[in-house]
């Protein structure tokens, strides 16, 4: 049942924001989330003998509508920037221009890089710690919270890992 209650909930808050688009209203519901269940627990992996929930097994969360309808920032993205997908995933052209009933569409801007409020870096389990991996990614956020708003990186360090965030402070004057 998560499906129509988030397609619901997702209708709410176009309603409220009809100027938002569905990658808008999809950042809103991720990225205001609760990483606990209804009974404000941790959320359980079924699939891992009620283990707690790993990202890749929970997703978001649950989605919070209060939190939704005003999450501050949000991660945009258009009909381009997700055919740019298609095209880095290596899909045909005849799949693509059959996907986007469209017969002029090109992949020169081809983008594995979708302005998505999540990331994931995959490494070789062989890798030992003196081979170096750098793995960059790039996000546009908008705000939609109010006016003069300021935003700090906080990390938590994982064994391992180096990670570096730039700029580690954003400071907004007007909202969008």
């Known amino acids: ?3 129509p209650h988030t397609a ?13 688009s569905p990658a808008a209203i999809r950042s809103a519901m991720m990225t205001t989330a609760d990483a606990l269940d209804n009974i404000d627990d941790t959320i359980k992996d079924i699939g891992d003998n009620y283990c707690v929930a790993s990202p890749l097994a929970m997703g978001a969360g649950h989605v919070n509508l209060n939190n939704a309808l005003e999450p501050g920032l949000i991660y945009n993205a258009n009909a381009e920037d997700y055919v740019n997908l298609l095209c880095s995933l290596n899909y045909t052209m005849k799949q693509i221009q059959t996907i986007t009933r469209t017969s002029t569409y090109n992949c020169l801007n081809s983008s594995s890089g979708l302005n998505y409020p999540s990331f994931i870096a995959l490494f070789n ?17 908008t705000n939609v919270g109010v006016d003069t708003l300021t935003y700090t990186v906080t990390l938590t360090p994982l064994d391992g890992f180096k990670v570096t965030v730039m700029p580690d402070t954003l400071k907004f004057i007007e909202k969008i």
């Open 125 to 141: 389990e062989n890798v030992t710690f003196s081979d170096t991996k750098i793995v960059k990614f790039r996000r546009t956020v």
């Open 1 to 3: 049942m998560s499906c």
């Open 8 to 20: 619901g909930l997702a209708a709410l808050t176009k309603a409220a924001h009809p100027e938002w």
